[in-house]
């Protein structure tokens, strides 16, 4: 795979970083691994190098928005934990105070810079639902209108293992797409991707990823040697294919290096953009949605989702599994692999009286209501590659 400066055209990679130097309005993301020492506890020299960098650029003009891990962690010595605990009451229980004293961290170290930074909380339903996902835009919209600089964390303290966005990378991602912004900067203990974990003979940074078969020949490992965190390079990566997905470039690179990499330095691993910016329906279907069954569908039902850019109709479908009620995210399984996500019509008692049949014969069967997709283009996102 080819890697280096060398061997890419370096038009590209220098395109790449200008558009990361260019950007007006920026998300950074940091995690609980570069935040905090080995002990656990959250690391105050690292902060202060993250808030001394943030606050140069937030002073020239550019837009900074930072999606901040460490409440947990932050809440651990406080409580007594050694570590950071499994079980979800005790995580919750560690957030709540944490996310304060992290808080009060960051407003004391952008104060003396005379930033003021305000907090958002966000959790999975304030971008699955279009009301609450208007509310967090214009909310992160007015903070940035006067000036603040906004920092976004989980929900930890109510969020539920099924309500939660997992990872802060996807989490940072999701935000980029909420509010427009022009690039995506992930942070991590690590300054960049390599073809072999860092250090091993042979191993090399790779500078530009343009798609996934950029990717083919990596391997990314898992969480930060801190401990604390829940994410890893793995999770960035994603996060970037996200983004990337939503039109969005983005860096992944150390903590350590953010003002070299917000300024478009030779630091960190470019992703370039692979597709236009996508609805925010599509784009949760995608990366958010917690799926509740599955329609299985045959060959001709996949050429039509495929190539035809069609909707999914009763005459395909040859099976389901799961329990799902109408309005429902599902996925669509033809016979090799899963192709597709959707938000269902009808539900998974209604559908196995219907397989094989025309939308015509629906009618005729079963009245008017039936004369409807099982899902509606608009309603369905691609997962196989064409």
């Known amino acids: 795979m080819n890697t280096s400066a060398s061997e890419l055209p370096g038009a590209l990679v220098r395109h790449a970083r200008a558009g990361i130097a260019d950007a007006k309005r920026i998300v950074v993301k940091i995690g609980s691994s570069s935040l905090t020492s080995m ?110 600089l906004p920092i976004v ?73 801190s401990g604390v965190g829940t994410g890893g390079m793995a999770t960035k990566v994603r996060a ?23 300024s478009g330095g030779d630091v960190g691993t470019c992703f370039t953009i692979t597709h236009r910016r996508r609805s925010t329906r599509l784009l949760w279907l995608a990366h958010l949605a917690d799926v509740h069954g599955s329609v299985h569908v045959d060959a001709g039902a996949v050429r039509a989702l495929r190539d035809g850019h069609k909707s999914l109709l009763a005459a395909g479908i040859v099976g389901v599994s799961g329990e799902f009620d109408a309005g429902d995210p599902i996925e669509i399984v033809g016979p090799d692999a899963v192709v597709a996500r959707g938000l269902v019509n009808y539900s998974s008692e209604e559908l196995p009286g219907m397989y094989g049949k025309s939308t015509k014969e629906l009618v005729e069967l079963f009245g008017p209501d039936h004369d409807r997709e099982v899902v509606h283009r608009d309603d369905l996102i691609m997962t196989e590659p064409r």
């Open 240 to 262: 970037a294919q996200i983004a990337a997905e939503s039109g969005i470039p983005s860096v992944v690179g150390s903590a350590a290096h953010v003002g070299d990499i917000m």
């Open 153 to 225: 964390n989980e929900n930890d303290t109510v969020a539920t293992h099924e309500i939660r966005f997992g990872d802060n990378d996807r989490l940072a991602a999701l935000v980029a797409h909420l509010v427009h912004a022009d690039a995506l900067v992930l942070l991590s203990d690590v300054d960049a991707i390599y073809t072999e974990p860092p250090g091993r003979p042979g191993s090399e940074r790779v500078e530009l990823v343009r798609g996934p078969a950029d990717l083919a020949e990596v391997a990314v490992g898992g969480v930060g040697e």
């Open 39 to 148: 002990s656990g506890g959250l690391d105050l020299g690292r902060l202060f190098a993250l808030t001394n960098a943030l606050s140069r650029e937030h002073r020239a003009g550019r837009e900074v928005i930072l999606v901040s891990s460490g409440a947990i962690a932050s809440g651990l010595s406080p409580l007594s934990m050694a570590k950071r605990p499994k079980n979800l009451a005790a995580q919750q229980a560690a957030a709540s105070v944490g996310q304060g004293l992290l808080m009060a961290r960051y407003n004391e170290a952008l104060m003396s810079h005379d930033v003021l930074a305000g907090q958002v909380l966000l959790s999975a339903d304030d971008l699955i639902r279009r009301t609450h996902y208007r509310n967090a835009q214009r909310a992160l919209e007015k903070l940035l209108g006067m000036h603040v």
